[in-house]
C-alpha cells in the first residue's frame, strides 16, 4: 500500500514562496539621481568614468577645436588628424542613453503620476528635469536628430525609437527648464535630496541659477536659426537669474576611491601616462592666444598661460611656451623642428598637471559663459539684458581667469599657482580693453568663450560650430574623412545603424555620412 500524505497551504503562502527575500522591491530614487549626477561629469559609467572624455572630449574635439594636438594618426587621437574612430562615434550614444539617461528616465518615472514615489521627493525631480536637459542638449548635439520622445521606453515596448529634429527637442528642453526652474523650491520637502546632491547639496537658488543658465546657453545656440525664441528665453533666463559668480559654478566632487573606475576624474584619467592614456600636448592656437597678440610675454598678459601649462618638459620659463601645430605625424614633427625622431615634450607645452589630479573636481559649467553669452546677447540685439556688453565681457574674464583655484583641492602651494589677482586681471583688460559696438566685439567674446572652455571641449566645439569664433585653420592630413575641414557632427553608432534603420532613413540628419555638410539644425558657424 502507497499512502499519499498532503499537507494544505492557501494562496497567501504561496505567493510568500515565490517572494525572493533579497531582492529589491523598490529602489530610492535619490541613488539614481546621484548616479546620473556623477556619469554626467565622469564622462561614462560605473564600468568606465573615463570612456566618453578618453574616446570624444578629448579624442575628437579637443583636437578639432585645435587647444590640444598629437603626432599620433590614430585610434584615439583620430581627431588630430580628422580620421575617424568608431568608439569615439559611438561613445556619447551608448553611455549618456545606456547609462545617465536611464537612471534620469527612472527617478522621473517613479516621481510622477503613477510612481511609487508620487508626490514626495519634488526637488529630486525637478532637478533631475534640469540634468536631463543637460544630457540630451549635449546628445542632440553631438548627433542632429536624434530618438527623444520616444526614447528610453523599452519598458514600454518601443525598442526602436522614432528619431525627432532638433528643433523640436530644443523647444521641449527649454520648456523643461522653464518649468523646472521655476518649479524646484526651497518649500518643498528636502526628502533627502541635500544629502543626494552631489552639485550644490541641495542648495536650491544654486540649482534655479544653473537652470537659467542653462537656458540661457541653449536660447543662444538657437540665435542664428531662430532669433524669436531665443530672444524670449534669453530674457526669461536673465529674468530668472543665471549664475552670478565663480561660487556658482557647477562642480562635481571626485575622490581616490574606492574605485578608480567609479569616483575619479574621468579627464584626469584618461590622460594618464602610466595607463597608456592620451598625451596633452598644447595646441599652437592655444598658447599664441594666451601669449598674446605679440606672442611675448609681459606681467600684463594672459595670467592663464601658466595655470594651463605645464612648461616645456617641466620648464615653466614663459617666455619659451610654445603650441604644436596640428596636423603633425612623427615624420613631419620632425621635419618641422629639423630633429629627428623628436620628443613632442622637449618642443611643446603640456597641459598642467595641477589640473588632471585624479581626484580633481569636475568643471561641468562655469559663470564665465553666462557673461559671455550676455554680451554677445547685448550685441546682437537678442532678447532683454541688463547693463553693457563691455560689463559682462569684463565679468567673464575676470571669472575665466579666477575659476582654477578649486584644482588645488586646499594644498597652498597649488592655490598661489592656480590664483589670478583683481590687479591682473585690471591689467589684462587694460591691455586688451573691449569697446562697445566694435568690430571686433564679437571676435573678442568667442574667443574668450573659447578659452573658458578648456578641459570642456565638447562644448567649445559647439560654440565654434555656432560663430566660427575664434578663426581656426584646419589640417588637410593625406587620408582624413572630411577633405581637409573641421567636422562639425557625429557620426551615429554603428550598432544604432544595424538595428534601426529605417528609423534613421526616416528621421536623422542627412547626409548620414557626411559630417560637414550634414550639419545640425542650429549650426550658423563658418
Known sequence: MISVITTACDTDELHELNLNPQALNEVNMNYLFTAAQLGAASGGSAGDNRYIDWRTNIGYCSYWIQQLANNGSGGLSAGDKYFENVESDNAPWEFIYGDQLKNVAEVLKQTGEGGFEEGRRKNTR??????????????????????????????????????DTQQSIYMDLLKELDEASAAISASNPDDGFAAADLYFDGDVAKWKKFGYSLMLRLAMRISNVDATTAATYVSKAVSGGV??????????????????WT???????????????????????????????????????????????????GDKDP???RGMPNGLD????????????????????????????????????????????????????IGTVPGTAKSHYDAGVRSAMQMYVPYAQGDDAAIDALTVTDAQVDAYLALYPYTNGAANSLEMIGTQLWMSKFLNWWEAWSDWRRTGLPTLTPVNYPGNITGGRIPRRLRLPTHEQAVNLSNIEAGATKPLTDIVAGKVWWDGGN
Open 330 to 381: 612623427a615624420g613631419t614633427l620632425d621635419a618641422f623642428l629639423g630633429e629627428t625622431q623628436a620628443n613632442v615634450n622637449d618642443f611643446f607645452s603640456s597641459t598642467n598637471q595641477l589640473l588632471l589630479d585624479d581626484d580633481d573636481p569636475y568643471m561641468l559649467m562655469n559663470h564665465a559663459e553666462a557673461e559671455f553669452l550676455m554680451a554677445e546677447a547685448i550685441e546682437r540685439g
Open 126 to 163: 525637478e532637478a533631475a528635469r534640469i540634468l536631463r536637459v543637460l544630457l540630451y542638449h549635449r546628445l542632440t548635439d553631438y548627433y542632429g536628430n536624434i530618438p527623444y520622445s520616444e526614447a528610453n521606453k523599452g519598458i514600454e515596448g518601443i525598442f526602436l525609437p522614432k528619431y
Open 243 to 260: 549664475f552670478q559668480s565663480n561660487a556658482d559654478n557647477v562642480w562635481v566632487p571626485m575622490s581616490i576611491g574606492p574605485s578608480e
Open 319 to 321: 617666455l619659451i611656451q
Open 263 to 313: 569616483n575619479q576624474n574621468g579627464i584626469s584619467r584618461a590622460f594618464a601616462a602610466g595607463d597608456g592614456g592620451q598625451p596633452s600636448t598644447l595646441a599652437e592656437p592655444l598658447v599664441d592666444m594666451l601669449l598674446g597678440a605679440n606672442k611675448s610675454i609681459s606681467t600684463d598678459d594672459d595670467p592663464r598661460l601658466l595655470i594651463i601649462s605645464n612648461g616645456v618638459n
